[in-house]
């Protein structure tokens, strides 16, 4: 199989922006001032109005002809979150979300999971050093692809079927992006996990994806848990993972998991990746009706998702800048009242903008 193009490189780079609904549309703009005030190559962002108030006005999710617009003239998309209480329904983050990772067939979802002050750990004598590593969850197939059905539905007979996809293109393409990802970031241990003691099918595919792959990549350290072991050991010791590779569902769960073990979901990035093209970086969490409208949504999820979206764009001293900013934030005490500070979203922003300018190169 041909090298993996990790990186969508260039000297310039077009970057739509879609805040979406609730606090998405205040941490995003935040994300961009810092992006300004850190990237000095020519970068351009489009703002994209998609989202629930477009959805009740004009009842648009997805425009037609969205998907080839971003494929063919962005280099990434910076996403917000999706859900308003006004559509109960969640149509319109459905059809925007899933339809951008399943057309754009963003198949890698990465979720790094790292420590940046000790204070935000729940975990007992852990620090810094103990809590540095990614999971790569399999984005596009799984329990999530939507084939299923009722039958009796409603009916003390009912019958509920929910079908495990799992294609060897599939499970193939992951886990070698998982150990492209170790090899080139000079990472040695990779950790697969599946549930194929009791999924003795499905999973049985990735045990044989995972033990031909392998071979490929003798300088990594690579094992097998599964996921229920992963879940304890990611606990018990976290300081033994640096990579990890699971299906869709597990990896929604054990990278949620790993979220709450370094500071929680106002911190946690990701991006939705297909190597070498158009791909969707959104931080974790969701728009937040609770708080919306406040301005007391954290950034720094979104910030570190920026950082994400620069290593992707090959820019590694931009994205390690941005990285730099929220551990001094943290460090500062210059942050939002979910992590103990007093600063509103945008002073966040403000003092993030103020030190990338100060310590760009
Ligand atoms: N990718 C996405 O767009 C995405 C992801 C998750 C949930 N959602 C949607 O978001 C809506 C709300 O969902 P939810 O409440 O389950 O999850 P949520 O992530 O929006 O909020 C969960 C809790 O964490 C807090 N929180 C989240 N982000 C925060 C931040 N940056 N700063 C401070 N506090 C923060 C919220 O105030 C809330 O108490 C729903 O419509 C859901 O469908 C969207």
């Known amino acids: ?3 993996i193009p990790l990186r969508k490189g260039g000297p310039a780079a077009r970057i739509a922006v879609l805040p979406g609904d609730g606090i998405g549309r205040e941490v995003t703009p935040e994300s961009v001032k810092v992006l300004r005030a850190a990237v000095n190559r020519p970068m351009e962002f489009v703002d994209l109005d998609w989202g629930a108030d477009k959805f009740l006005r004009e009842g648009v999710t997805l425009p037609p002809g969205a998907v080839e617009m ?7 998309i910076l996403f917000g ?8 329904s969640n ?62 539905k409603g009916t003390p007979d009912e ?10 293109k599939g499970v193939e393409r992951i886990i070698r992006y998982a150990f492209e990802h170790a090899r ?3 990472l040695k241990r990779l950790c697969m996990s599946d549930k194929s003691n009791a999924m003795t099918f499905a999973h049985d595919l990735w045990q044989r994806v995972f033990k031909e792959v392998r071979q490929e990549y003798p300088e990594i350290e690579s094992r097998h848990l599964y996921i229920d072991t992963l879940a304890m050991e990611i606990v018990r010791d976290p300081s033994q993972f640096d990579v990890i590779v699971t299906c869709n569902l597990f990896g929604d769960i054990i990278s949620d998991l790993g979220a709450q073990l370094a500071g929680g979901l106002g911190l946690a990035p990701s991006g939705n990746i297909h190597p070498g093209a158009t791909s969707l970086f959104e931080p974790v969490h969701g728009s937040a009706p609770n708080i919306a ?17 620069l290593d992707f764009l090959g820019w590694k001293d931009e994205a390690a800048l941005l990285k730099d900013s929220v551990r001094a934030a943290l460090r500062e005490n210059k942050v939002t009242p979910d992590l103990g500070g007093a600063l ?3 002073a966040v922003g403000d003092w993030l903008a103020d030190y990338v300018a100060k310590n760009a190169k």
């Open 1 to 3: 199989m041909a090298n």
């Open 70 to 76: 971003l494929r063919d003239e962005f280099d990434a």
């Open 81 to 88: 979150a999706l859900g308003d209480p006004r559509v109960p």
């Open 91 to 152: 149509q319109h983050a459905a059809d925007i979300l899933l339809g951008l990772r399943f057309k754009l067939d963003l198949y890698v979802n990465a979720r790094p999971v790292e420590l940046l002050h000790d204070r935000l750990t729940p975990l007992r004598n852990r620090s810094e050093r103990d809590l540095r590593l990614i999971v790569f969850r399999e984005n596009t197939e799984g329990l999530y692809v939507g084939v299923g059905g009722f039958f009796k």
């Open 159 to 168: 019958v509920a079927v929910q079908e495990d996809m799992n294609t060897r």
């Open 184 to 186: 080139w970031h000079n």
């Open 293 to 309: 409208g406040k301005g007391v949504a954290n950034p720094l999820g979104s910030v570190l998702t920026s950082g994400m979206m």
């Open 344 to 346: 509103k979203t945008a």
